[in-house]
């Protein structure tokens, strides 16, 4: 399952997210979303755990705790929308 995890400090690294899940089971990726120019955290990153009741467990624990001053928002992650073509 892929979990979506939002209003994170901009600090916290990829490490730190996959220690943060690791305790609730098997976490296959954790990745920070980064700002594509300036290598900046966006605030918000996913996570992938193979074993849907582990991730269930952790959206559970996880969601509107409070982790270095800031309430996260923990889900399960929605699909990409389709976006209209840019036009410049």
Known sequence: MRIYIGNLKYSVTD???RDMFSEFGEVASADVIKDKFSGQ????GFV???NNSEADDA?????????DGRKLTVNEARP????APRRF
Do not use: H, W, Y
């Open 15 to 17: 490490d730190e997210l």
């Open 41 to 44: 955290s966006k605030g918000f």
């Open 48 to 50: 992938d755990m193979p």
């Open 59 to 67: 959206i559970r624990a996880l969601n509107d705790t409070v982790q």
């Open 80 to 83: 990409r929308a389709e976006r």
